[in-house]
């Protein structure tokens, strides 16, 4: 083969490694080397075959954490002339906010946080709750810096110890081994999470909970809110099922919840539950 085909190759592997953040798929390799031989455009065609793939779409968090200083992050992609979208949705959101917490339950890192633009961009306090012992580093290390307590517990409905079961994706680890696929095991502490907001003084009606925590996400819910009382303002639960659940009827969740919540927006994994 010649050098031009091996200099192709290695810029392909290269553009997978830093914009997909992986190496390549020998299919996908091939394509794109395909793509290299296919003219004087082959390879403007190769760098907007990578922009325009859903798999980079699904990356750009993390693409724009490995590449971006902190301080050229923005939090939104607004068209605005120097950022003033940015500047008005922190204000509306902030106004709108009684208190600027958020309880991350199953908070894994920064990757697919549901807490980590609040505290980056807007300045709440975030209370980091994850079963995972051995995640506490990276967690630790993705929120330095920011407001956010960091607790090391499995959170269910009861307090006592049981055993995490560590699936082969960190993601999906929980107390149900039937959860996931189990590759190892550990011990853990169990709280309920009214006992572990009232030991931290977390007002009754803060602004967010999110919950994702395998399996425990509504029994924790029903005891948050029917034994504790707190009513958050929006609720992030993993309860979408795949857009499944069409109205809370369709979800074991109590009367209490049903009657004063409503589901304010959908994803395949979530849903958004407001305050009536």
């Not at 120097?82 to 106004?95: P, S």
């Not at 961009?121 to 330095?144: K, Q, V």
């Not at 696929?181 to 550990?186: A, E, L, N, T």
Request: charged share 25%.
């Amino acid at each position: 083969m010649s050098e031009i085909y091996f200099a192709a190759a290695d810029v392909i592997k290269a553009l997978y490694q830093n914009l997909l953040l992986r190496s390549p798929e020998e299919e996908g390799l091939r394509a794109r080397l395909a793509l290299a031989a296919s003219g004087d455009d082959g390879a403007t065609k190769i760098i907007k075959s990578f922009l325009h793939s859903y798999e980079f779409a699904c990356s750009y968090a993390a693409f724009t954490e490995k590449h971006l200083e902190n301080n050229t992050l923005r939090f939104t992609n607004s068209s605005s002339e120097h950022g003033e979208i940015d500047l008005l949705l922190r204000r509306w959101i902030n106004r709108s906010a009684t208190h600027r917490i958020v309880v991350d339950v199953g908070a894994r890192g920064r990757r697919l946080s549901n807490s980590y633009d609040l505290l980056r961009f807007f300045g709440w306090r975030g209370i980091l709750i994850e079963a995972n012992p051995r995640l506490i580093p990276s967690i630790s290390a993705d929120f330095s810096g920011l407001d956010a307590e960091i607790i090391n517990y499995a959170v269910s409905d009861y307090t006592g110890r049981a055993t995490l079961h560590i699936a082969d994706n960190d993601d999906v680890s929980s107390l149900d081994e039937r959860w996931a696929k189990v590759v190892d095991k550990v011990e853990v502490r169990v709280e309920r999470l009214g006992n572990l907001l009232r030991t931290r003084g977390v007002p009754d009606n803060f602004d967010l909970l999110s919950l994702d925590i395998e399996g425990e996400d509504i029994k924790v819910l029903n005891d948050t809110i029917d034994v504790y009382s707190y009513f958050p303002r929006w609720i992030i639960i993993e309860a979408s099922y795949n857009f499944q659940t069409k109205s809370l009827e369709d979800l074991p969740v109590s009367d209490t919840i049903k009657m004063r919540y409503i589901i304010a927006g959908q994803t395949p994994s979530n849903l958004i539950l407001e305050a009536r």
